[in-house]
């Protein structure tokens, strides 16, 4: 019973009888179980816990670095208050008052709201193992919001540094704070005696003990640790000035001073307790939600990627997008609104030489200890001296020229995406920067795929440096000089007559497989001749896309002789090595769920169906198609579905993916097909088999290893099931040349 139905269905689906044996979905299903579920679980739940890969390994010579830094900052990346999430909330606060009152509900109800529900959505992209989402977010995007991000902190300190933040609006777009800070500098004061004063002190700082270090490179340590400490010894000796300026001044009716200081701190924790979250808030914030969450993901993890590769070490986007998560979420108990990794102290505890993220433990205390025991301290900061801080923290995230030209020289295109991300947020805004740089980078990524490079190769012979004559080799390169690509002298010799060699740069899929079909089949026409002469054909039996040259029109004879030179075409070498990995595929790795899947899909396969019909039709002869490098069980899988590789004269279905079934499918089969299976038996022999005749023959499959020196026993590397399927490019030029020689002294 089970093997009728399993007859029956096989007729429905049109399944061949005998089938070349490929890659299962069971194998694919079964290459997820290398762990058990127990084994799974306890390695999820580890990596949710980092510090117990590192904490076991902590040592002394780290704990100097990270008590200094944690004294002055704290973790790798800090967490907190930014600048640019700070003026997107005061949008959405705008926003919501407009549209809902202005008693709706109150400035830090709607922030608290806004960082649990941002919390909650970025905690449950990390939890869940999706954050590779952020690996779209490419370098000259980070690179461009970073550089952005810090133009605008920096331009919204300078006014502070010279105590002139009143009289303009200092979170407007940064070209119009930097006309406004020019336009009222006159109104400057004694602020400006702090600012600019601390801020030439901490430079000079960093500069006089880079120097002693070049110049006394035995007490490098020292300097070092004394350099980092610069910003809490320059803080302490403006605050000791400050407290000297106003401790006889009286406040006026505002209470302020004759400059401005950070005044009454509050001691402790304010507002503990569980957070109201309204339904409704939830609903007037929906439109934001996006907004919110991007910058707070793009912020945290262009920080973190940057930082990264300052320390040495990779970031594992999931533990990052749980940290905010988890910071959020949590933050919202004591009354905190939406925090990500910040700039300014990000670059800050980079200057203090933090060693691990120990470091945030020892600014956990000391923040505690501060908020209750030190806040009549803090009452003298003169916030000239705090701009000046920041502002030297922050411009050093401005990428360098250096890197800049690196763009440029890399990729003049992502260059432009660098620069474009730049110039909207300094003349629009962060968020309007954002977007113009995202967007463009998939627009990129989508030209990319959908309008890959290909090359037509041919062949030449190199040899050792040593001049050994024995020891030479073929290899393939475009037949195309590229400028500065190689030696243009060289004379590149083209394949046997009738042979193409293809080199696929992408995959082979439905965005760009049109466009390669094109490619292909306008090249080979070019250079080889119609296998039919059109003038023989009846004009009722012409084809209207195709009619040829009509009656009685002049014959150009020397076009006519150019054309009678060119060959017949006789094989075509498409190599697949570049045909691997597919999008989906990608993010299954990154959710490590792929094995090998690979990068050709059902409109791929189509279009090279499309292109054997065309090219044979053009021919009027049967063309061999070989394949070299397919490097995937799927892509294999596919090819020989469409079928191609077998070298049995079935070409497989006429259609892939049928639009209108056809009534007699049969008849869509070409008229060369049994031809085509006489030559296809004369080509079946795989130069890759390490032995002929005998049981080898029949095995299907050999381990990759059977042809070593070292094996006892020898085969085929690749299944003797498909021949057009090759180890390497030289195999199956090599192979698709033997026929072209065959069919031509045939």
């Known amino acids: 019973m089970a093997a009728t139905i399993k007859k029956w269905a096989k007729w429905v689906v049109s399944a061949p009888e005998e089938t070349v044996p490929a890659i299962t979905t069971k194998e694919y299903i079964q290459s997820f179980t290398h762990q058990s579920p127990g084994s799974a679980v306890k390695t999820y739940l580890k990596s949710l816990f980092p510090f117990l890969q590192w904490f076991p390994n902590y040592n002394v010579g780290w704990l100097y670095g990270d008590v200094i830094a944690g004294l002055t900052v704290g973790m790798d990346v800090s967490i907190g208050p930014v600048a640019v999430m700070s003026l997107e909330i005061a949008n959405i606060i705008k926003y919501i008052h407009q549209h809902h009152g202005e008693d709706s509900w109150d400035n830090v109800q709607i922030a608290i709201t806004l960082a649990f529900i941002c919390g909650f959505i970025v905690l449950g992209i990390g939890l869940l193992r999706i954050g590779w989402i952020v690996e779209f977010i490419p370098t000259p995007a980070v690179a461009g919001f970073m550089t952005g991000s ?272 730049v110039l909207v947020a300094v003349f629009s805004t962060i968020e309007n920067g954002i977007y113009t740089s995202v967007a463009l980078s998939l627009l990129l990524l989508l030209i990319r795929i959908a309008r890959p490079g290909g090359q037509f190769l041919g062949k030449v012979k190199v ?8 020891d030479t080799r073929d290899i393939f390169i475009p037949l195309e000089p590229e400028p500065h690509l190689r ?77 009678a030179k060119k060959p017949l075409l006789k094989a075509v070498v498409l190599d697949f090595a570049a045909v691997w990995i597919l999008l989906v595929d990608k993010i299954l790795t990154y959710l490590s769920l792929s094995p090998n899947s690979g990068n050709i899909d059902t409109t791929g396969v189509q279009n090279l169906v499309d292109t054997r019909t065309e090219l044979e039709k053009w021919a009027d002869a049967p063309v061999e198609f070989h394949f070299a490098n397919v490097l995937s069980p799927w892509v294999r899988r596919a090819l020989v579905a469409g079928g191609f590789g077998t070298g049995s004269g079935e070409h497989g279905p006429a259609e892939i993916a049928p639009v209108v079934q056809n009534e007699n499918f049969s008849d869509a089969r070409h008229e060369w097909e049994v031809d085509h299976a006489k030559q296809g038996s004369k080509a079946g022999k795989d130069i890759e088999r390490g032995s002929e005749g005998g049981d080898d023959d029949k095995d299907d499959y050999r381990r990759s290893g059977d042809n070593s020196a070292g094996s006892s026993t020898e085969g085929p590397i690749l299944s003797t099931l498909t021949p057009y399927f090759h180890i390497d490019l030289p195999s199956a030029v090599k192979a698709a040349e033997s026929h072209a020689r065959r069919s031509s002294s045939s």
């Open 487 to 563: 030696n243009p002298k060289v004379v590149v010799d083209t394949p046997a007559s009738g042979v193409f060699i293809y080199r696929l740069e992408e995959s082979f899929t439905f965005p760009n497989s049109s466009l390669i079909n094109s490619n292909l089949v306008d090249h080979i026409k070019e250079h080889t001749k119609r296998g039919k002469d059109m003038s023989l054909v009846r004009l009722i039996d012409r084809p209207w896309n195709d009619p040829g040259p009509r009656r009685g029109t002049k014959v150009d004879q020397e076009a006519l002789d150019r054309e």
């Open 150 to 421: 810090a133009i605008t902190i920096v331009c919204s300190q300078v006014p502070g540094l010279f105590g002139i933040q009143n009289y303009f609006d200092t979170r407007a777009s940064p070209y119009k704070v930097i006309i406004n800070t020019l336009k009222n500098l006159k109104h400057s004061g004694k602020d400006a005696a702090f600012g600019v004063t601390g801020l030439v002190g901490l430079y000079f700082i960093r500069w006089l003990f880079e120097f002693l270090t070049r110049r006394y490179p035995a007490r490098a340590r020292l300097f070092f640790y004394l350099s980092v400490m610069r910003n809490a010894f320059v803080i302490i000796i403006l605050t000791l000035a400050a407290w000297g300026v106003v401790r006889h001044e009286k406040p006026d009716k505002k209470g302020n001073y004759s400059i401005f200081i950070l005044k009454t701190v509050p001691r402790g924790f304010k507002h503990i307790g569980q957070p109201h979250i309204d339904p409704k808030l939830l609903s007037a914030l929906g439109s934001h939600l996006f907004v919110a969450t991007l910058i707070l993901l793009l912020e945290h993890i262009a920080i973190s990627k940057s930082f990264g590769r300052l320390n040495g070490y990779k970031i594992n986007p999931n533990q990052e997008l749980i940290a905010i998560g988890v910071t959020n979420t949590v933050g919202t108990v004591f009354g905190a609104y939406p925090a990500t990794g910040s700039f300014s102290r990000s670059a800050l505890k980079s200057k203090c030489g933090v060693r691990t993220p120990a470091a945030g433990w020892v600014t956990g205390l000391v923040v505690i200890v501060a908020l209750y025991g030190l806040t009549d301290a803090f009452f003298f900061i003169p916030t000239a001296g705090l701009s000046a801080i920041i502002v030297h923290a922050v411009a050093d995230l401005v990428t360098p020229p250096s890197q800049v030209y690196r763009f440029w020289l890399i990729s003049p295109l992502e260059f432009i995406i660098w620069f474009a991300a």
């Open 463 to 470: 040899r050792s440096p040593d001049g050994s004559v024995q």
